[in-house]
């Protein structure tokens, strides 16, 4: 029923929606902005500077092996210098240089990637980390998201993307490698993160710390689609629930049960904010955050109980008998 068969198999689901869902590597050696090209600039600088440090070591390691073994029958000491000025300053002094390189390389990078103010005319986005999915609220346009986070791309501008991250229990950390830098979640705290995308695509992320038994099941997708495709998915978003007659009986049932006190259903009585918003939850292909694909079968036994899919989240089973999971499963198949 679940099985992804491979990470691209995920990334072919998730940019399912939108047509030019090119399939983009979630891999920091291909950045697709700014942010991520500093990163990755960055990384090969130290990766570099580490190297060389590494190569010398084994290269004087193996010199030291060669020269200086024991010969047999040969109790005489080999040469030792004791007191050295000029040696002694080198292996001070170099360390320290590098050190020091790395430090302001470094740092520059934090100074240049940590921006406080979002870049002239960014998206922002608020991100809330749950235990195990994440929650997109666009604040004054009036949509909330769970999992996806679409941001609009002109023809040949790189989209900046602001997000100020908040998290609703432990420490996360957000990180679509492409798009930038990782940054923490933390409890009682508020960071900001500055991504960018110079093409259009889906790109995917992760949860990049560990924060409990789901942690490796918090898939980020970011929809990065043309504005014209994006101001339809915002309109769509933007309206409360459908309401369909056919499905009246599911839905009663559905806003009967305490499925209510965790979930938001805009439009109906159903107001939690303890767990992913359900008003549009067919706009999207994945559910319990990339766990499953967003099919009739896996949304049934989803419902049905969470707990045999993602073991420990906090949707507990319900207890409903298969023929209400039908019902209320009818109802959540019109929710577009
Ligand atoms: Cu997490």
Redesign the pocket.
């Known amino acids: 029923m679940n099985g992804w068969n491979s990470l691209r198999d995920i990334i072919a689901v998730v940019s399912g929606a939108n047509s030019h869902g090119s399939i983009q590597r979630p891999s920091m050696f291909d950045p697709a902005g700014e942010p991520a090209a500093l990163v990755l600039d960055i990384t090969w600088l130290l990766v570099g500077i580490c190297g060389a440090i590494g190569v010398v070591v084994l290269a004087i390691i193996a010199f030291s092996l060669a020269r200086c073994r024991a010969i047999p029958g040969d109790d005489r000491e080999p040469a030792q210098v004791y007191g050295s000025n000029p040696i002694e300053l080198a292996w001070t002094v170099i360390p320290l240089l590098i050190v020091f390189v790395l430090f302001m390389v470094s740092a520059r990078g934090i100074f240049e990637l940590e921006r406080t103010t979002p870049p002239e005319g960014a998206i922002e986005v608020t991100v809330v980390?749950h235990r195990?999915w994440w929650e997109f609220d666009y604040g004054d346009l009036g949509v909330i998201t769970a999992g996806e986070l679409h941001v609009p791309y002109d023809e040949g501008k790189p989209t900046d993307i602001y997000l100020t991250l908040e998290s609703a229990d432990v420490a996360?950390s957000f990180w679509v490698p492409q798009l930038g830098p990782k940054m923490d979640v933390i409890p009682d705290r508020i960071n900001h993160l500055w991504l960018q995308a110079n093409r259009p695509g889906t790109f995917v992320g992760q949860?990049a710390?560990y924060?409990g038994n789901q942690?490796a099941n918090?898939l980020i997708t970011v929809v990065v689609e043309p504005r014209k495709d994006f101001e339809k998915w915002l309109s769509n978003q933007q309206r409360p629930a459908v309401e369909d007659p056919s499905v009246a009986e599911g839905r009663r049932l559905f806003l009967r049960t305490s499925c209510i006190n965790c979930h938001t259903v805009r439009g109906t009585v159903a107001n939690g904010t303890f767990a992913p918003d359900l008003t549009h939850l067919m706009s999207r292909n994945v559910i319990g955050s990339g766990v499953v694909r967003n099919t009739h079968d896996n949304l049934r036994e989803w419902v049905w109980d969470p707990q045999n899919i993602k073991p420990g989240c906090e949707m507990p089973s319900m207890k409903l008998t298969r023929e209400e999971v039908d019902l209320v499963c009818d109802y959540l198949e019109t929710l577009k």
């Open positions: 980390g195990w996360h949860c710390e924060c942690h918090m």
